[in-house]
């Protein structure tokens, strides 16, 4: 099994910028991707930016040139950098990852973004 660790969440205001970590371990050879989710209340889940064990990346239109996705194999832990934050990017981010047992999720991590 996996088991995602994420830290770094917090309140910024408008334009601001926050930086997320994803901590994995256990069997985190098998793991092809991974990637962060946002839910905001009323809202359904976003796949907001994804990374492939290739160094591919993903990330939603309504992130894209803000936020950037990337992987410190050393210490087994995904980044997602997130500049000019806007108000309409609170939500909780979840981590995940794919491996070959299937999907591991972390317990998501507060960002608020006042205006």
């Known amino acids: 099994q996996v088991q995602l660790v994420e830290s770094g969440g917090g309140l910024v205001q408008d334009g601001g910028s926050l930086r997320l970590s994803c901590a994995a371990s256990?069997?985190?050879?098998?793991?092809?991707?991974m990637g962060w989710v946002r839910q905001a209340p009323g809202k359904q889940r976003e796949l907001v930016a994804s990374i492939y064990s290739s160094g591919d990346t993903n990330y939603a239109d309504s992130v894209k040139g803000r936020f950037t996705i990337s992987r410190d194999n050393g210490k087994n832990t995904v980044i997602l950098q997130m500049n000019s934050l806007k108000p309409e990017d609170t939500a909780v981010y979840f981590c995940?990852?794919?491996?070959?047992?299937?999907?591991?999720w972390g317990q998501g991590t507060q960002v608020t973004v006042s205006s």
């Open positions: 256990g069997s985190i050879s098998g793991i092809n991707v």
């Open positions: 995940n990852a794919h491996y070959l047992g299937g999907w591991a």
